[in-house]
T-cell receptor
């Protein structure tokens, strides 16, 4: 079974530029998550989708971050404009359904460096 | 207070040692609990779920104390390959819906040396 795919794996941009990340979850997984992991910290949830609907975006900085999952499959996360403090690894994860007891499967992440 | 707090670490132990990690969580309504393992520059992967009755998987034992809102992970007979960051993870209900939200601790770094 293919895992969660993410691209690009690495991205270096200057502050105030825009960047987009892509995620393709495991086939059939209804729930998709985007996390931000700053060096030395645990992942922090940015947004959670159930199919193509948002169920939690309380920690998403909506003035600069946006995310969509239009067809309920793959998803994009965008930052516009980027700040230095956005330097982090952006992890996408998926889960078969909304059950809180199921494992989340993570993609390899996109490592963003903002200069 | 952080929602999920872990031992600050890092832990540096010799092969064969027993090491224990502790974690506390603030939301008493939390439903499910996990330990994830994250290797350097890799994604987190589920190590084990944590049940109220305690559970064991080979050299790993997890315990949950709901009254104290405390979770632990014990690793016996440490191997070099156990070197990683161990993340305590709590699933909390959000906004009265049934959609759980995973909240991660900051992680504890374990280094097992020869």
């Amino acid at each position: 079974e293919a895992g969660v795919a993410q691209s690009p794996r690495y991205k270096i941009i200057e502050k105030r530029q825009s960047v987009a990340f892509w995620c393709n979850p495991i086939s059939g997984h209804a729930t998709l998550y985007w996390y931000q992991q700053i060096l030395g910290q645990g992942p922090k949830l940015l947004i959670q989708f159930q199919n193509n609907g948002v169920v939690d975006d309380s920690q998403l900085p909506k003035d600069r971050f946006s995310a969509e999952r239009l067809k309920g499959v793959d998803s994009t996360l965008k930052i516009q404009p980027a700040k230095l403090e956005d330097s982090a690894v952006y992890l996408c994860a998926s889960r078969p359904d909304r059950s809180s007891y199921n494992e989340q499967f993570f993609g390899p992440g996109t490592r963003l460096t903002v200069l | 207070r952080k929602e999920v707090e872990q031992d600050p670490g890092p832990f540096n132990v010799p092969e064969g040692a027993t090491v224990a990690f502790n974690c506390t969580y603030s939301n008493s309504a939390s439903q499910s609990f996990f330990w994830y393992r994250q290797d350097c520059r890799k994604e987190p992967k589920l190590l084990m779920s944590v049940y109220s009755s305690g559970n064991e998987d080979g050299r790993f034992t997890a315990q949950l104390n709901r009254a104290s809102q405390y979770i632990s992970l014990l690793i016996r007979d440490s191997k070099l390959s156990d070197s990683a960051t161990y993340l305590c993870v709590v699933n909390m209900q959000t906004g009265g819906t049934s959609y759980g939200k995973l909240t991660f601790g900051q992680g504890t770094i374990l280094t097992v040396h020869p």
